[in-house]
């Protein structure tokens, strides 16, 4: 007989990251982190649209207008970013914009009417606002429909409403003035404090843009719910087979919406004391824009908080980059638009090299 070879002893395991091991498990490099991050294109078009600005307007480096900058850019940034964690969960809510106002309308309205602290309307507005985000959550999830159809519906009706309810209750399109009452002193120091530093003047709207920030990519990035918004936004029918409460997901994001509303609404009624029923139209598609400047896909299962809020800044440059280089202010729309198309075009360039990469 003929004798076989002993079979080779196994040699050490290739170490990991090494050319014979798991690709998968070789530590990712800068460059690829870097490429993966979706708010990468809003970050380098934050760049380009400051240093263009810089050089076309000399006061926009000014400490003031910096300060000018920060608050506009926060005023949409408190709802840019609910709304790109509504996108990353695959939906829409085009009734944000007028949402804040009816947030700010029950507040003044019912604290007037019934002569209470002005406390307890911000309260009573909380609740009725956290309703209509439930109302737009709810009805999306019994009725299948999109969520187009379920929030264009509810932006009508509350178009109406406040317009109906102001001039039914106040005999005019806007409210009366309740700075005068009880309570409105701490509110105003909640809801639209100011201090200055010189030169620049830091609005509170600032640090609820940075905490609403901040909370929104812990949330994202640390929590089970963060991975079920992420879940839902890709593939809604996969993430139900495994577990995930896409109902309660899709209903919590609309609420989250409608929380900061009733922020930001808080904030216009105590800064300007009266509100106007017509404002707020068209404002959701600016929250929608800065989301998608951001990096957040309109398919859903992709996006960041962090790339919302850098579309809102640069929302913020140009609308005031405009004004400082002493432009015509009739073509922030169309310098709006083209952001909007180079940033779909630079974030798909993004994640297309990520992907290969």
């Not at 003031?64 to 964690?85: D, E």
């Not at 812990?218 to 409460?245: E, K, S, Y």
């Not at 398919?299 to 800044?313: E, P």
């Amino acid at each position: 007989m003929t004798a076989t070879a002993p079979a080779p002893a196994p040699g050490p395991a290739p170490a990991p990251g090494s050319r014979s091991g798991d690709e998968r498990l070789a530590p990712a490099s800068l460059l690829r982190r870097l490429l993966g991050r979706p708010e990468l294109g809003a970050v380098v078009g934050a760049a380009a649209v400051f240093v263009f600005f810089s050089f076309a307007a000399p006061s926009f480096l000014q400490a003031s207008s910096l300060s000018t900058i920060l608050y506009a850019a926060s005023t949409i940034g408190i709802m840019a970013v609910p709304v790109a964690l509504l996108m990353i969960g695959g939906e829409f809510d085009l009734s944000a914009g007028v949402m804040v106002t009816t947030a700010a309308l029950v507040s003044s309205m019912f604290s007037y009417q019934m002569t209470a602290n002005v406390w307890v309307g911000v309260g009573v507005s909380l609740l009725v606002t956290l309703a209509i985000g439930f109302f737009n959550g709810f009805m999306l999830t019994r009725t299948k429909l999109p969520s187009f159809i379920i929030t264009l519906g509810t932006f009508l009706m509350l178009t109406g409403l406040n317009l109906g309810f102001t001039k039914l209750i106040s005999g005019t399109v806007s409210t009366k003035g309740i700075s005068d009452m009880e309570g409105f002193p701490s509110a105003r120091a909640l809801f639209a404090s100011q201090w200055t530093f010189g030169a620049v003047t830091l609005k509170v709207t600032v640090l609820w843009w940075i905490a609403l920030v901040a909370v929104a990519t812990w949330i994202l990035l640390r929590t089970r719910a963060g991975n079920w918004i992420f879940a839902v936004g890709g593939a809604a029918d996969a993430a139900r087979a495994v577990g995930v409460p896409v109902v309660k997901t899709r209903i919590g994001l609309y609420m989250g919406v409608a929380l900061c509303a009733w922020i930001s609404g808080q904030h216009i009624l105590f800064s300007y004391d009266v509100v106007q029923s017509g404002e707020g139209v068209g404002n959701e598609l600016l929250y929608i824009i800065a989301a998608v400047i951001g990096g957040c896909l309109l398919t859903g299962g992709y996006g960041s908080a962090i790339g919302a809020a850098v579309g809102a800044f640069i929302f913020g440059m140009t609308s005031n980059g405009i004004v400082y280089a002493q432009w015509n202010p009739d073509w922030f729309k169309f310098f709006l638009g083209a952001m909007l198309l180079l940033a779909v075009l630079l974030n798909a360039w993004v994640r297309k090299r990520a992907e290969a990469k």
